[in-house]
């Protein structure tokens, strides 16, 4: 009956694109330098999962610029229902290939959580933050630097 429950709280669904090491739940990248809008909803709470998981956060270049081979975090907060609206979210962490993110870039992972409970507010707000929290349940850790050391 819990087990039950808890499907009906939260609905996740996670993709990765990226090799990820099974011993410690993780992934190698060089720099672990990840790029997101700091003005979105929940932005400090996306900031403070991301710096767990062990990313470094910055914003993007001017007018929403990025470098070839920068990661970025895109997150799409969707609310449906008619009193009590449930929380969608999807969240992708993309590789650049040029200077502006485009729908063709590598999508190095992504989750998906639909958020229905608890029911406190009208708008939502508490489900997108649980919400987030269960996005990043998905996510592994980014281990920098680790790759340039196992070659040698």
């Known amino acids: 009956m819990l087990l039950y429950l808890l499907f009906f709280i939260s609905t996740t669904f996670a993709e990765d694109a990226v090799l990820i090491n099974?011993?410690?739940?993780?992934?190698?990248?060089?720099?672990?330098?990840?790029?997101?809008?700091?003005?979105?909803?929940?932005?400090?709470?996306?900031?403070?999962n991301l710096k767990e998981k062990g990313f470094k956060l910055q914003d993007y270049l001017p007018e929403g610029?990025?470098?070839?081979?920068?990661m970025y975090l895109k997150l799409i907060i969707e609310r449906e229902g008619w009193f009590y609206k449930d929380c969608l979210l999807d969240l992708v962490i993309s590789q650049a290939n040029s200077i502006k993110p485009l729908s063709s870039d590598l999508r190095l992972m992504s989750a998906?959580?639909?958020?229905?409970?608890?029911?406190?507010?009208?708008?939502?707000?508490?489900?997108?933050?649980?919400?987030?929290?269960?996005?990043?349940?998905?996510?592994?850790k980014c281990r920098s630097g680790r790759l340039l050391k196992n070659k040698r």
């Open 112 to 140: 998906k959580v639909k958020r229905m409970y608890p029911r406190v507010t009208f708008s939502g707000d508490e489900r997108c933050s649980r919400g987030i929290d269960d996005l990043f349940v998905n996510i592994p």
């Open 65 to 70: 610029k990025l470098n070839p081979e920068d």
């Open 22 to 48: 099974q011993e410690d739940f993780s992934f190698n990248h060089p720099t672990c330098l990840i790029r997101f809008d700091s003005n979105q909803e929940f932005a400090s709470e996306i900031a403070s």
